[in-house]
């Protein structure tokens, strides 16, 4: 019993014990995460002005910020090419692939369901006026 009790409280004070998918939406699901992931699986391998192109209002700094911490997160894989002027690309990883199934799933949510949440914010804002 006590250490039932101990879990209850720990889960109570602990994010991570409470919903162990908090870490993995803090990691995977952050403002521009997702836009380089997806562009990155959906385009294959890309030079940084490539993803700047295709990632609307995203600052240089923010995207160089954002593929540092992907790559030490090990979705993303950057290749530097010594070459005159040097070049480099990134790619998602083969971890970084891994979540395209839950991509894939998120994408098909938001196809069934997000006029759903238009019409219930609608709804929602209308009645509160």
Sequence with gaps: M?????????AGTDPEVACPIGP??????????TPILWSLHTH???RFVELERRI???TPKVLTQRLRQLER?????????????????YEISELGRSLAPLFAHLSEWAADNLDKVERSRHDYDTDSA
């Design 56 to 58: 609307a209002r995203i």
């Design 44 to 46: 294959g391998r890309q």
């Design 73 to 89: 997160d090990g979705l993303v894989v950057r290749t530097y090419h010594p070459e005159v002027p040097p070049r480099v690309e």
């Design 24 to 33: 993995v939406v803090d990691i995977v699901f952050s403002r521009w995460t």
């Design 2 to 10: 006590a250490g039932k009790g101990m879990r209850a409280a720990t």
